[in-house]
């Protein structure tokens, strides 16, 4: 069961299973209005190739002709391309989802996070773990790891397999 502290933010789970991580990205996804950010180490098939997760980015994305939703894999040579659904999904959809790979020098970062506009987060410390926290309005922090995507991601580019899939 998901552990919840009261901050002065918002409400916050403290996450530690990935059944907990499923339901916390199903609920930040579902937050969305206009951009969903997430940086994974290999588009973490066991977290985002869920029904109820693919459901959420659809919605976000055929309901807002504004909307996207960006990924940066740290770790593309993990990352199995043929057989995501969230890949597919992206294929598909060309027009609201960017893929792009983190450049090598960069990846230093074990962390893994999914941002709902500038407020809903998931933040994982460790992507090799599904400890983690979930809070739904905590904007300050949200910026916080946004302002690192953004940069990291401007750094980044389409890797050559992923520019069918680049909007």
Do not use: C
């Amino acid at each position: 069961m998901t552990n919840q502290v009261h901050s002065a933010a918002g409400t916050r789970s403290i996450l530690t299973t990935l059944d907990e991580v499923r339901a916390a990205a199903v609920r930040v996804a579902s937050a969305a209005t206009r951009m969903l950010t997430m940086y994974t180490p290999d588009v973490e098939p066991a977290l985002y190739d869920q029904p109820a997760f693919l459901e959420a980015i659809k919605r976000l994305i055929l309901g807002r002709s504004y909307a996207k939703v960006r990924v940066l894999i740290a770790d593309p040579a993990r990352t199995t391309f043929e057989t995501s659904k969230f890949i597919g999904m992206a294929r598909r959809i060309t027009s609201h989802i960017e893929v792009r790979h983190l450049r090598a020098d960069l990846r230093n970062n074990a962390a893994a996070f999914l941002i709902a506009d500038e407020r809903a987060l998931i933040y994982r410390l460790q992507a090799s773990s599904w400890d983690g926290i979930a809070e739904m309005n905590d904007p300050p922090v949200a910026r916080r790891y946004l302002a690192y995507f953004e940069d990291v991601w401007q750094a980044s580019e389409p890797h050559r397999e992923l520019r069918q899939i680049r909007m």
